[in-house]
């Protein structure tokens, strides 16, 4: 299978503790994106990789969170000292400048207690 | 700042009926691509169709058709002949293409589709 994976694909944790979330993107691709999809809503973005830069940041990574793409690949997101209000599905996409589709990968569903 | 709203949470059919989601958008700027994403059951988000700013010719693909009005903002999707695989939450999304907002998608709240046999 040639898609986004994602890893682990569920995550149960207690409040406090520090999660790290994996991404593999389809391998041509160079740009990848973490969008954060809580209960009944739609996904919002976090962040974006074009190769191994984070071009941009939203307001909703707080500085609890942290990501990173060394050498253009794979991508993880860091959620240290995790919050009940970090509870959700956290979205892995990625896509390439001939392309305007992004293509996601099947989640992380995060659960703190 | 761009903004994508859908009215309809949730819509119930029977299997064979066309269904027919809305979707309007905000923004400024005017070159855009607008998309269809389904979420099954499953949560893997799927592509379905993207349609240019630049083009207002609506298309069928299959079951699937689009309408997209410029003088109204709307990227409305259709199901013709709706089947049970179709129940799904549908997404709309909007990315706009300047430098300044990078290549983020906005979503809108989604649609739930429930398909009865």
């Known amino acids: 299978d040639t898609g986004v994976s994602q890893n682990p694909r569920h995550k149960i944790t207690k409040r406090g503790q520090n999660v790290t979330f994996r991404c593999d993107p389809i391998s041509e691709h160079n740009r990848l994106y973490w969008y954060r999809q809580t209960l009944g809503q739609g996904p919002e973005f976090l962040t974006y990789f074009q190769n191994e830069a984070q071009l941009e940041k939203s307001r909703l990574l707080s500085d609890r969170f942290s990501a990173e793409r060394p050498k253009g690949s794979f991508s993880t997101l860091e959620i240290q000292r995790t919050e009940q209000g970090d509870s959700a599905m956290y979205l892995c996409?990625?896509?390439?400048?001939?392309?305007?589709?992004?293509?996601f990968g099947p989640g992380t569903r995060l659960t703190v207690l | 700042a761009q903004k994508v709203t859908q009215a309809q949470t949730e819509i119930s059919v029977v299997e064979k009926e066309d269904v027919t989601l809305d979707c309007v958008y905000e923004t400024r700027d005017t070159t855009y691509y607008l998309f269809w994403y389904k979420q099954p059951p499953s949560g893997e988000l799927v592509f379905l169709i993207r349609r240019n700013s630049f083009d207002e010719q609506n298309e069928i693909s299959g079951r699937y058709s689009w309408n997209f009005q410029k003088s109204t903002s709307s990227f409305n999707f259709t199901i013709t002949a709706s089947q049970v695989v179709d129940s799904a939450v549908y997404f709309c999304a909007l990315r706009v293409v300047i430098k300044a907002a990078g290549n983020k998608l906005t979503f809108g709240g989604g649609t739930r589709v429930l398909v009865k046999p």
């Open positions: 996409a990625s896509g390439s400048a001939s392309y305007n589709e992004q293509f």
